[in-house]
């Protein structure tokens, strides 16, 4: 429904401070009050936004199920990717691993060979423990940038696998026996899976999908596997 997609990007614009009125939010998706009424009240319902006294508020959760469901309306990923902040992207793949069956955890940070390290989500499902680098490009970018791109979520992919298990890595992998860590990168970019050093470069549209294939073509990517036969605790 092309009204409804024009106003969850009007939503998704006004509410990036905070909230606003449903005023505004009328005049800029150029619908009557009474539409943008009735299709507020609909969000609502469905526990996007609250409605108080003429304005509409809406949390980081609720800007995230407008940005999934204006995607799935239609609605220009790149157009999308410019109203979301940094976070709001991060969790559009935290939500969509748990959502097929994955432990998911954000910004994992650690230490290994005398770096800090961090992964911007890790998504955990026997046996595969998934690295995720997101990206919030706008634009094309060339074979050249992608590949140093790949090769530096390989490395950090590598730092986690060869980190556990640890006490101090708080991810669900950590109380397993064994693991394959398989690196990744998102992006919001239109198109399809591009693959660079064998690591998946995955446009958000197309992460469903990904998700589907991966654990019958793990084997055809880049992963590390880990056998945990020693647990090792960090003083």
């Known amino acids: 429904m092309v009204v409804e997609r024009n106003l969850l990007i009007?939503?998704?614009?006004l509410t990036e401070k905070g909230s606003v009125l449903i005023e505004s939010?009328?005049?800029?998706g150029?619908?009557?009050?009474?539409?943008?009424v009735k299709l507020l009240e609909n969000l609502q319902n469905e526990g996007v936004v609250?409605?108080?006294n003429g304005a509409v508020e809406a949390d980081n959760n609720g800007r995230l199920k407008m940005a999934i469901k204006a995607l799935a309306l239609g609605?220009?990923?790149?157009v999308v990717s410019n109203l979301l902040h940094w976070q709001e992207f991060e969790e559009i793949a935290a939500v969509a691993l748990e959502r097929n069956g994955y432990v998911a955890a954000k910004n994992v940070r650690f230490k290994n060979a005398g770096r800090r390290w961090e992964i911007d989500v890790v998504g955990c499902k026997k046996p595969l423990v998934l690295c995720i680098d997101c990206k919030h490009w706008h634009h094309?970018?060339?074979?050249?940038a992608l590949k140093r791109i790949a090769e530096a979520q390989v490395q950090r992919t590598r730092a986690l696998a060869e980190s556990l298990p640890s006490t101090s890595i708080k991810i669900e992998c950590g109380k397993w026996s064994s693991a394959k860590f398989v690196p990744a990168v998102l992006s919001l970019i239109h198109g399809s899976f591009k693959f660079y050093e064998q690591v998946p470069i995955v446009p958000v549209l197309q992460l469903q999908d990904f998700l589907n294939?991966?654990?019958?073509y793990t084997d055809s990517l880049k992963y590390f596997t880990r056998e945990?036969?020693?647990?090792?605790?960090?003083?």
């Open 228 to 235: 945990f036969e020693h647990l090792r605790y960090d003083l």
């Open 75 to 78: 609605a220009d990923v790149e």
């Open 25 to 28: 939010v009328k005049k800029d």
């Open 140 to 144: 094309r970018m060339s074979s050249s």
């Open 10 to 13: 009007s939503l998704l614009k």
């Open 50 to 52: 609250y409605l108080k």
């Open 213 to 216: 294939k991966l654990p019958a």
């Open 30 to 36: 150029r619908v009557s009050y009474s539409m943008a």
